[in-house]
Nanobody, 125 residues
Framework: QVQLVESGGGLVQPGGSLRLSCAAS????????IGWVRQAPGKEREGVAC????????HYADSVKGRFTISRDNAKNTWYLQMNSLKPEDTAVYYC??????????????????WGRGTQVTVSS
């Protein structure tokens, strides 16, 4: 049974940093696309970052480029989202997601096969 469990959310001041983790069970990351998606209050879900193990590509939303970094630890079957220079507009529930086996990151977030339950990130002074 596939399970994704996020951790690392919380309250942080503008300009601060957080690292989210997503621990996966029931599958290995090989040939999967792994990503992070967020949903702010009153807004639609937005793809934040994705890494494809199949083609080695990494993608970021324009709003987070240069501030967020996605990474993975295959030995721990875990991936991460390092978030730096956080802004109030980054406030959202962050979900980890996985698609695969897949040749590349999904074109649309709803193509992800598996989802975590989400972790709240609040950026406020």
């Amino acid at each position: 049974q596939v399970q994704l469990v996020e951790s690392g959310g919380g309250l942080v001041q503008p300009g601060g940093s957080l690292r989210l983790s997503c621990a996966a069970s029931g599958f290995t990351l090989k040939n999967y696309a792994i990503g992070w998606v967020r949903q702010a209050p009153g807004k639609e879900r937005e793809g934040v970052a994705c890494f494809s193990d199949s083609d080695g590509s990494t993608h970021y939303a324009d709003s987070v480029k240069g501030r967020f970094t996605i990474s993975r630890d295959n030995a721990k079957n875990t991936w991460y989202l390092q978030m730096n220079s956080l802004k109030p507009e980054d406030t959202a529930v962050y979900y980890c997601a996985a698609d695969g086996p897949a040749p590349r990151c999904p074109a649309r977030i709803y193509e992800y096969d598996y989802w975590g339950r989400g972790t709240q990130v609040t950026v406020s002074s």
